[in-house]
């Protein structure tokens, strides 16, 4: 109801609807009543995400409604993307399942292991309409098959598939603002994982555990949940192979985001430490097990716990250090768009314009997904008369 409002009115709507005065929410948040005044007149932008979630709590909503997430999963290039279907293919039970399941011929492990992967790589392509429609299909062979074999080598494989799967639905659902869809789909993926007995997809799957949370504003359960997968290993497992090392590493990656949305400078800093010792330890940029691990992801994560901490002049001496050549589109574009955000707080704005407009020109779906990349693209068309700063605020829903 409120997605066509600017992100300031919409605050005002949620924060009178649950009938708070300007001082009153101010106080939530620890906030002087002047502080929301200037947020509800877009006079200062929320781009902290522990503000966001703060401000979401204390209004009682959820971010999504807070963010007024765009429509998203638009059709083209002949991709269909549906969360419902997706939404069926999670149940367990057929008759919530509906179609999914009926008349599906048996799939060889072989074709669904490449199905898994495919859908991984049109993940990290950033091609979210493209992936969404294929998921309801994957998740429902992933299913039948594991239905089908209940014992042996077969099933241990299987297993690992249905997890996987999962793990990239859950990954694309809190991409697109469909937290508690993505809570369904790790879950369950959980489950298998744990089956499976296999500790590389186990970790993968605690990994998008976390990141859900994160997604749902629980920074502190994320961190836990972070350092409790880490004690859980075997000593020294994490050393034993180049998967090992990535899906290891881009754990605490994933952790030292939650942590600094907790505000917390020692768990951060630990958090990098850990993934930083891994990364070196591999020491070179990899995509095992779709992790686009290795130095220059710790780098990006660098510039955006920065950025959360609202550490600016960090951030920009940290921006023209990483180097995201050879990472898949999705890492590219999220560095692009953090270096965008730098160069905006710090009042660079042809160099905030220059990298949203490669953020949005590398993944434009991804961008359309994310209210930052539309805020700042809202806030530098204002600041300029460049013709491309008006061209980004319109192709990511920022201005009509």
Avoid at 68 to 80: I, N, Q, R, S, W
Avoid at 295 to 319: K, M, S
Avoid at 364 to 374: D, L, T, V, Y
């Amino acid at each position: 109801m409120t997605d066509h409002l600017e992100f300031g009115k919409r605050v005002r709507f949620y924060r009178k609807r649950r009938g708070l005065h300007q001082r009153q929410l101010g106080e939530l948040l620890g906030r002087s009543e002047d502080w929301v005044y200037r947020v509800e007149s877009g006079r200062i932008p929320v781009n902290n995400v522990k503000m966001l979630a703060d401000l979401a709590d204390a209004l009682r909503v959820p971010i999504e409604d807070l963010q007024g997430v765009p429509v998203l999963l638009e059709d083209h290039d002949g991709f269909a993307g549906s969360v419902p279907a997706i939404r069926a293919a999670l149940m367990q039970s057929r008759k919530l399942a509906g179609s999914q399941y009926a008349d599906r011929e048996p799939v060889r492990l072989e074709r669904l292991a490449v199905e898994v992967g495919d859908a991984w790589e049109r993940y990290q392509a950033a091609r979210f309409a493209a992936l969404a429609e294929r998921l309801p299909g994957l998740l429902a062979d992933a299913r039948s098959a594991m239905n089908e074999r209940t014992s042996g080598g077969e099933r241990v494989q299987v297993l690992r598939l249905f997890a996987l799967a999962c793990h990239v639905a859950a990954a694309l659902l809190r991409k697109i603002g469909e937290t508690n869809l993505a809570w369904t789909a790790v879950d369950q993926g959980e489950i298998a994982a744990i089956e499976s007995g296999d500790p590389v997809v186990l970790l993968s799957l605690r990994r998008g555990i976390a990141h859900v949370q994160l997604g749902a504003g629980m920074s502190a359960e994320a961190v836990n949940s972070t350092l409790d997968s880490a004690e859980d290993l075997e000593r020294d497992w994490w050393k034993s192979s180049p998967t090992a090392l990535s899906v290891y590493g881009t754990l605490f990656l994933n952790g030292s985001i939650a942590a600094a949305r907790m505000g917390n400078r020692s768990m951060t800093d630990y958090m990098i430490g850990k993934a930083q010792e891994a990364a070196d330890r591999l020491g070179t940029d990899a995509n095992e097990m779709w992790t686009s691990f290795g130095p220059a992801n710790v780098g990006i994560h660098r510039l955006a716990t920065a950025l959360e901490f609202q550490d600016i002049q960090l951030a920009v001496d940290i921006a023209p250090t990483v180097r995201a050549i050879g990472l898949p589109t999705e890492r590219r574009a999220r560095l692009r768009l953090d270096v965008a955000r730098a160069y905006g707080e710090a009042g660079r704005t042809d160099d905030a314009v220059d990298n949203l407009k490669r953020a949005y020109t590398t993944a434009p779906e991804q961008m359309k997904a994310h209210e930052f990349a539309r805020d700042l693209a809202r806030r530098l068309h204002k600041r300029t008369q460049r013709r491309e700063a008006q061209q980004l605020a319109v192709a990511l829903g920022a201005i009509v």
